[in-house]
């Protein structure tokens, strides 16, 4: 873009100093507008912008990807505790009935106070655990609606199910290494646009420029205006060696991204494998947790009937009510820890 500029000067002479043809009181005014033709820093200069506007690009994609990372497993925390809440749900319905049944029979003379009261004493736990699963739920979704700035927000839906990744893992998809890889294209930009510092640029200008003079011969003062143009080459040879340590200060910032750059891949790496071996280690633990959990409630059923029959006594129906709980506590945690690994994988391919 052109410049345009407006200067004016007023200059009080010594008489002592001027001569006969230079007025006491001197002014001058100009008007230009001054054009470059040519400056090798401008094209460079473009190049960075553009490198940057394209870093705000990749930026702007590694906060999404946070932003959805962050939001699905919140998600995932509410949906399991969703879970949590059911479980402990089911067993306070299970202690309910024990309940009226022991309730029944010590009525009836059937049965000891103490097992009266060990059956009241367990109800009453069930009652707290499923209220403790309840809040621990309804905070779980506060924290997803903070997190989406959304008051009214719908309840997770479906059920906690083991999630499945099969793509092809490639870590330059990673948005984080996309943005440090941005910025080491940014850094030598910036180093091309300080070697161009000191190039010679080319402009034109026009001026137009009026002024007080003495009239040759008289000593009358009259103005003279009038418009001149032409072109302005200009060449810094030498700067002090600014030039040369603004450009070692930006290679210096490239060489930085550069190591973090390296750093991040052998981070990138190292997630990925660990990432692998826990999925593979969940995977087994998933399957004992699966026949953990059948044997449990195979036991609870049994264990229940034997206490119909007054086979067996609380006890036993206490500890099988128990083991079957804590099987599917178990459970629920290995497949919500092998889903978060499964979200791992996803936000390592930058997905």
């Known amino acids: 873009m052109p410049q345009a500029s407006i200067t004016g000067s007023y ?13 006491k009181n001197q002014y001058s005014a100009k008007a230009g507008l001054t054009q470059k033709i ?44 969703k879970e949590i809440m059911k479980i402990k749900e089911e067993n306070l319905k299970y202690w309910q009935e024990n309940y009226k049944y022991v309730e029944a029979k010590y009525n009836a003379g059937l049965l000891a106070k103490y097992d009266f009261a060990r059956a009241s004493s367990q109800l009453q736990s069930a009652i707290a655990d499923y209220e403790n699963a309840k809040a621990n739920y309804e905070k779980s979704i506060e924290d997803l609606k903070r997190f989406l700035m959304i008051e009214n927000i719908t309840s997770p839906e479906g059920n906690l199910e083991k999630l499945t990744y099969g793509r092809e893992i490639n870590i330059e998809n990673n948005t984080a290494l996309k943005v440090i890889n941005q910025q080491i294209k940014v850094a030598q930009q910036q180093i091309e646009y300080q070697k161009s510092a000191n190039y010679p640029s080319l402009s034109a200008f026009l001026n ?63 997630t990925l494998n660990k990432t692998l071996a826990d999925i593979k280690a969940l995977e087994h633990q998933l399957k004992a947790n699966e026949e953990n959990l059948k044997v449990a409630k195979e036991a609870l059923r049994l264990s229940t009937e034997r206490f119909k029959a007054n086979i067996a006594n609380t006890l036993e129906v206490l500890e099988s009510e128990n083991n079957y709980q804590s099987a599917q506590l178990t459970y629920l945690n290995t497949l919500y820890n092998y889903n978060l690994k499964i979200f791992d994988l996803m936000n390592l391919n930058g997905e």
């Open 38 to 81: 040519f400056d090798y820093q401008v094209f460079n200069l473009i190049k960075v912008a553009e490198s940057n506007l394209e870093l705000q690009k990749v930026i702007k994609e590694d906060v999404k990807q946070q932003v959805k990372d962050t939001a699905r497993r919140l998600f995932l925390t509410s949906l399991t505790y």
């Open 208 to 270: 137009y420029q009026t002024n007080n003079q003495v009239k040759y011969p008289s000593t009358s003062e009259v103005w003279k205006k009038g418009y001149n143009l032409g072109l302005s080459l200009n060449w810094t040879l030498f700067d002090g060696f600014a030039k040369d340590s603004r450009i070692l200060q930006a290679k210096i910032d490239k060489t930085k991204n550069e190591i973090t750059y390296q750093d991040k891949i052998m981070e990138l790496k190292t």
């Open 11 to 23: 200059t009080r002479w010594d008489p002592n100093y001027i001569t006969g043809f230079t007025p």
